[in-house]
């Protein structure tokens, strides 16, 4: 093969492909998981247990989780057979397909038990798809990157799955601030997943023109010398000989988890009356926008670092620091409620006027001094307008002896028998 024959490598255009599509598709997979946490408990199931619901909408997001294993194996072979780009443009469209449909299922209400079986049925091509995306895509941009650059060019694709759930939750916010309630469960949850027509439009107009990797060109010149049947099945290749590899990185993908914690079950544990906490969604999603923000600036510092010391300690060390603050966010949101209480609790009218509940209103005292003080009310507040005027008697004793305050005195405790 001669020099002008060698297939030519274009890091930086895998990458933006890689960045690009991967953040179209997530946005399809994140703006499902936001719907399963806010709405789906409400349209695809049966009323009158809100905890059911929730547990089944939340169970129809980790069915896309089984078939993801099997899409990853699967969408890899065709890969190895007949190319990465075009894995990456059939997942792409399978994505797009898939959750549009969602956008025009029925509800409960409508067709009963059809709904949510469809549901489930869709949400399995989406986890096809991302599970062939993630394969595709690093593998697209890992072997068309110099060997020494691998770990950042590659880092574009998880890159662009944080930018696809910072996408996600910025669609839903506008929709939740502007709709009402029964407005957005009857049509408005339906405008993110079908904007996802436009999405694939993007990313397929990205991914056509990106030129096949080179590792896999010089592959298929190789295969024509050869006749063994396990050079046409790299699956079973995959298996016979690095079955421990593939174990090992089995496993080590489980750290996944954290993000589905984050982004889904935390929604849920955070806004569902079912917990009791009373966090608004719009805070949640702003603070999903946030966190994937700063991730989105921060993998690539990871990533060079890779390159430099060696992918295991950088894995390692982020899982350990996963490992605990997924505890701490989780524990933050639980504490919530404590902390909004003791602010209800505060005996101060000024502290009082600052404090609002979940739901937003301002929480006032019962009374206050006049608005032109006289010269017989005191620039503090009093110890008589900490109480409300309705406030019942209190048992004898209860009351300390102290003495008259401003002009105005506390009534006194009724004599013991």
């Known amino acids: 093969m001669t020099d002008q024959d060698t297939p030519r490598r274009t890091p930086k255009k895998a990458a933006l492909a890689a960045w690009s599509g991967s953040a179209l598709e997530y946005y399809d997979l994140a703006i499902y998981g936001t719907a399963a946490a806010l709405v789906f408990p409400k349209i695809f199931f ?187 099945t790299p699956l079973a290749v995959l298996f016979r000989y690095h079955w421990r590899g593939v174990l090992r990185v089995f496993f080590a993908a489980f750290i996944a988890m954290v993000n589905t914690t984050f982004q889904v079950f935390a929604l849920n544990f955070a806004t569902s009356d079912a917990y009791g906490i009373g966090i608004s969604s719009t805070l949640m999603l702003w603070l999903a926008i946030v966190a994937n923000l700063v991730a989105i600036a921060t993998i690539p510092f990871w990533a060079r670092l890779s390159d430099r010391v060696g992918r295991k300690p950088v894995f390692v060390s982020g899982l350990l620091g996963s490992a605990v603050l997924v505890v701490a966010f989780l524990a933050a949101i639980s504490a919530a409620t404590r902390r909004w209480s003791s602010c209800w609790a505060s005996p101060w009218p000024v502290s009082s006027t600052r404090c609002r509940t979940p739901c937003g209103r301002r929480r006032t005292p019962s009374t206050s001094p006049p608005a032109s003080a006289s010269p017989g009310w005191p620039s503090a507040p009093s110890s008589a307008s900490r109480w409300p005027a309705s406030r019942p008697p209190s048992p004898a004793g209860s009351w300390p002896a102290t003495p008259a305050t401003g002009g105005r005195s506390r009534p006194s405790p009724p004599a013991p028998a």
């Open 46 to 232: 049966p009323d009158g247990n809100a905890s059911a619901a929730t547990i089944a909408s939340l169970a129809t997001f980790g069915v896309a989780y089984v078939a993801r294993p099997i899409g990853s194996f699967f969408m890899g072979h065709i890969g190895d057979r007949l190319g990465r780009k075009k894995v990456m443009v059939g997942t792409l469209l399978l994505m797009g397909i898939s959750t549009f449909l969602v956008g025009c299922l029925p509800t409960y209400g409508q067709v009963g038990l059809i709904a949510p079986a469809l549901l489930v049925l869709l949400r399995l091509l989406q986890g096809l798809s991302a599970a062939g995306e993630q394969a595709g895509a690093n593998s697209m941009s890992f072997e068309h990157a110099p060997d020494d650059r691998r770990g950042f060019f590659t880092s574009f694709t998880l890159s662009g799955t944080q930018g696809g759930q910072v996408l996600a939750p910025a669609v839903f916010l506008p929709l939740a601030a502007v709709l009402p309630e029964d407005q957005l469960l009857a049509w408005g949850w339906r405008i993110p997943f079908l904007l996802s027509a436009v999405v694939v439009l993007i990313g397929f107009a990205i991914r056509r023109t990106l030129d096949e990797t080179p590792e896999f060109e010089a592959e298929g010149l190789k295969k024509t010398d050869m006749t063994t049947a396990a050079s046409h």
